[in-house]
């Protein structure tokens, strides 16, 4: 076993998962076309955190010229109300997008903008959990809450806010959409150590950010079960596939990939939003969400980046983790165990 809990063979297969991705995600998604057409979404209302840059951004920018109401719910609210400025003079002065600010790294800072939205008793049509961090090679950090940064921006505060905004996501139809990574096949989480403070061969960075995509995936699959047949509201997680964004931010400046345009094997933000933009939008994706309630599947819909879905098989050793991954996250974040039933039966 290694600091990341998984065993050599695991590796290898999560090796070559990834590199086979990466070589060939642009022939899977060949049946797709660059941008995604969407249907037309006057009267939706769409919450996209990280909205600022890269797949966020490109998703948002085309949730509105779809017709949505689109709230940027970003940590740098000068850079969105520059972008609002931007799309208005450029694509159209009638666009519905409004900032608000949001930073992950504070949980403060979420339930702040909860109270702020919940405030409106509005309905919530589509949150995207879009807003991430991926500091490889970096050292390992703690926000002010005490968590590492990765589970605290990718995982926790995102899980925070999608339990705060469930008054409004019950209030219609709704979807959550997470944007999560193939790279959760190298995560392992131990709801023991959620804050990855007790590895004994130390942090990794990859295995941070492995590690809270996985718990995402756990997260949302306890969610929906909580929320089966008694709600219309479908939870779901989306690899974009490999994207050229600046997430690649903390590596050596020759290996990043904060270029707008797309290469030969990976996708420009415009390609990378299409399966994030599918989950939000089409009947399929919750056509395939009501097949797998329907047959009690135990892990929440999955989609990869040609925005087929994706099969993930888990053992029952992982499905209990996976409700203590579950339990822990309240606890972490501050709500009791039965949230969900005083929402369900107010
Ligand atoms: N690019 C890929 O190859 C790839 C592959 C798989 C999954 N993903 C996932 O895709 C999602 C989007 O990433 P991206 O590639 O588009 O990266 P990106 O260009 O770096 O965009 C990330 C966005 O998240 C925001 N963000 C970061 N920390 C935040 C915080 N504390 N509070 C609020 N917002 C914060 C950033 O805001 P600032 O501008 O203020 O930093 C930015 O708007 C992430 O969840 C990532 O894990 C990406």
Redesign the pocket.
């Given at each position: 076993m290694s600091n990341s809990g998984l065993n050599w063979l695991e590796w290898i297969s999560a090796i070559f998962h990834i590199a086979s991705e990466a070589l060939f995600q642009r022939f899977f998604a060949r049946h797709l076309p660059k941008r995604m057409v969407l249907p037309q979404l006057a009267g939706l209302t769409c919450i996209v955190?990280?909205?600022?840059?890269?797949?966020?951004?490109e998703t948002a920018k085309q949730l509105a010229e779809a017709g949505a109401h689109v709230v940027l719910a970003?940590?740098?609210t000068a850079?969105a109300e520059a972008l609002v400025e931007e799309w208005h003079e450029n694509i159209d002065a009638s666009l519905k997008v409004e900032v608000m600010q949001?930073?992950?790294?504070s949980l403060s800072s979420v339930r702040s903008f909860c109270t702020a939205w919940e405030s409106r008793n509005a309905p919530l049509h589509v949150l995207i959990n879009?807003?991430?961090?991926?500091s490889l090679l970096a050292p390992q950090k703690f926000s002010e809450d005490g968590y590492e940064e990765h589970m605290q921006?990718?995982y926790l505060a995102p899980a925070l806010l999608t339990l705060l905004l469930l008054p409004s996501l019950l209030r219609c139809a709704s979807r959550i959409v997470n944007?999560?990574?193939?790279?959760e096949c190298f995560g392992a989480v131990d709801p023991d150590d959620l804050n990855l403070t007790s590895t004994s061969s130390g942090y990794s960075s990859l295995i941070a950010y492995a590690g809270s995509?996985l718990a995402q995936i756990y997260f949302t699959s306890i969610l929906n079960s909580h929320l089966q047949y008694r709600s219309g509201v479908h939870a779901m997680c989306v690899?974009?596939?490999?994207?050229t964004?600046?997430?690649t931010?903390t590596l050596p400046k020759l290996v990043q990939t904060s270029h707008r345009h797309s290469t030969l094997f990976f996708f420009n933000?415009l390609e990378?939003a299409r399966s994030v933009l599918f989950c939000a939008t089409a009947q399929q994706a919750l056509e395939h969400a009501n097949k797998l309630r329907s047959e009690g599947w135990p892990l929440c819909p999955l989609f990869s980046s040609d925005c087929k879905p994706r099969i993930k098989h888990i053992q029952d050793q992982e499905l209990s983790k996976a409700s203590k991954v579950w339990d822990r996250t309240l606890e972490l974040v501050g709500l009791s165990n039965d949230v969900i039933e005083k929402l369900l039966n107010p």
């Open positions: 955190t990280g909205a600022t840059s890269g797949i966020g951004l970003c940590r740098n850079a949001l930073n992950l790294l879009n807003a991430g961090i991926c921006v990718n944007v999560n990574s193939d790279a995509k690899n974009p596939g490999i994207v964004t600046n997430v931010r933000p990378g």
